[in-house]
């Protein structure tokens, strides 16, 4: 059963089952599924080609156990400097630099500074190859200790909360804000990307990555972009629709497939 909570970027609802999952994929992030049975799946929107997970699992234990570990524990300075130091060719960060400036270029007034916002920064790799090419970034996260690291070792500003929570207005405003797949984390990725709108000067725009299930689905239901902490997994047109019903105009969908082999989608769209 569906949680009527996850919303079909289309505003429709025209499910029909796709994959069904009796254990975890290989590779799939451990989960504690406290003594219950692994059991989870994937519907399609029928009419936009969205995937929606299906799982009445507790994913509570996902987000406080070994995600968190493996993302922000003792090793998080090591692995930081372990992607830095990716030749560009192996590098999804340093794609994803070079298709934001390329998007950026004359957009912002000559001699200024673009003030850059990421949401959901985890290691800040983004943000300090930004920060690099001459960008003023601030990063956010809920865990503090990634906050830390994005000051103290990255040296940009950085505040952590939960941005579906925090109040947004404090924030500042900026000439772009970013979500690096982190929309198919939460339930309601509408919700969360419309509270960037508020923030964004006149002109910014927001830069989305989100998985390509339609891409990776070729492939197999074993594919990462079907791993259990992602809510939704988008076709181009629902991660179009998604940026539509947020308030944005899209403006750019770029398909492509990652050196690390993720199937993504980027999605460059203006607040006004
Ligand atoms: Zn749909």
């Not at 000559?110 to 090419?133: I, Q």
């Not at 500003?157 to 982190?182: C, H, P, Q, W, Y």
């Not at 997994?233 to 998604?242: E, G, T």
């Amino acid at each position: 059963m569906i949680k009527p909570t996850l919303q079909c970027p289309c505003a429709g609802r025209h499910l029909q089952p796709a994959f069904q999952y009796d254990a975890p994929p290989p590779g799939e992030t451990a989960f504690d599924c406290a003594g219950g049975q692994y059991r989870r799946g994937y519907a399609r929107c029928g009419l936009c080609g969205h995937w929606f997970s299906d799982n009445a699992m507790d994913l509570g234990a996902l987000y406080g156990g070994a995600y968190v570990d493996n993302t922000y524990g003792e090793r998080m300075r090591q692995t930081f400097e372990r992607i830095l130091a990716l030749p560009p060719e192996r590098s999804d960060n340093a794609g994803r630099v070079a298709a934001l400036l390329d998007f950026a270029r004359g957009r912002f007034a000559a001699g200024t500074v673009p003030r850059l916002l990421d949401v959901g920064a985890g290691l800040g790799v983004f943000p300090c190859r930004m920060k690099e090419a001459g960008w003023h970034c601030t990063a956010l996260d809920p865990d503090e200790r990634a906050a830390r690291h994005a000051r103290e070792v990255i040296g940009i500003e950085a505040v952590t909360g939960d941005f579906m929570r925090i109040d947004t207005s404090s924030l500042g405003t900026f000439d772009v804000v970013t979500f690096n797949k982190v929309l198919e984390h939460v339930e309601d990725p509408v919700a969360m990307l419309a509270r960037a709108r508020p923030l964004l000067v006149p002109g910014g725009f927001v830069y989305i990555e989100v998985p390509d299930g339609e891409a990776a689905a070729a492939e197999g239901p074993g594919r990462e972009e079907f791993f259990i902490e992602h809510h939704h997994v988008f076709s181009p047109a629902s991660a179009a629709l998604l940026a539509v019903r947020a308030g944005f105009s899209p403006l750019l969908t770029q398909r492509l497939r990652e050196p690390s082999s993720k199937f993504t989608l980027r999605v460059f769209a203006t607040g006004s």
